[in-house]
Structures are given as C-alpha cells and as structure tokens.
C-alpha cells in the first residue's frame, strides 16, 4: 500500500443527508447500509476534496439531488492509504484491482460481497485511518473515507468547520 499524510488542517467537504446535521462527525450513517469501503455495521466518513464532488458524490444516481446538508472538515490524518494512481499490480495486492466495482450491485441485487468492503476490512486491520481515492464518478476527482472508529488510534483529526454553531445541536431542527 502506499501512504500519505493529510495535513494539517486539509479541508475536506462532506455532504450528507440534514438528518445527520446534529452529528457532522459521524459515521453511522454510512454504516446503515454500508458504502464503497465499508459494510454494514462500519462507521465511515466520505469526504471530497471539492464541494462540488462531494455533492455529485452524495446524489449518486439519483436523477436530481436530494435535500443536502454540506460542510467544510479540517483533516490531519497520517499514513491514509493513497490510492489515487489507482491499481498497479506491483505496488497493489489484486484486490485492489476490484476497488472500483459495482459495490451496490453486488452487495443489493447480487447479494454478495463487494471486494471492495474487503479493502476496507483490510485497511482497518492494518491501523490506517483512511483511503484516499478517485471518485468512481470522475477520476479527476479526489475523496476520502474515514474510519472514526481509527481515530482515537491512529490520532487522525477530522473537525467539522462549524464557527457559527449553525449545524443542529440535536436532531430536532
């Protein structure tokens, strides 16, 4: 794998659904039904690296974009597996080459395992916060998933730029 560090203080944008407005620094959301590197039960933060992949990353494939709640993150997270040169198979272990799969296909109609919560697996089990990789939507676009569960370990920060106090404080609003 190869590694990198984030930071200090890279902004990231994260858009996600104003229900979790109250808890911007969650996961559980993604843990529900799971993501590209995370299956279901497994807390992961997706981020971009722009505002606008991280809204065309969060509609998905949904033909118009569902109400949205977006947000500037401060990162500082070291050894992040960096993917964004995508697979080789000298320097990737082969199910890497599986990263870009159609996970939701497989996880929900196929019902079988998606490699790439295998990655995720993976990379959680050898202690790095996170991976950096291209969007599967664009490959000229950068995102990033999160583990929060790593975070206490591996000392990543990832805070939610709030210095307003806007974002719910619960999830009444």
Known sequence: ??????????????????????????????????GRFNRPGVEARYLAAS????????????????????????????????????YDAVRWSEIWSEAYSNWKGMAFLDEIEPPSWVIGDLVREAGHPGILYRSARNADWTCLVLFPELAEQTGFVARVHDPNHDLAGDSSR
């Open 1 to 34: 794998m190869i590694l990198t560090d984030l930071g200090p203080e890279a902004v990231f944008y994260r858009a996600f659904p104003p229900r979790w407005a109250h808890t911007p620094e969650s996961g559980a959301g993604a843990a529900i039904r799971g």
């Open 51 to 86: 505002t606008g992949t991280a809204l065309l990353e969060y509609q998905a494939e949904s033909p118009l974009l569902p109400p949205a709640t977006i947000a500037a993150f401060h990162v500082t997270a070291n050894n992040v597996v960096d993917f964004t040169r995508g």
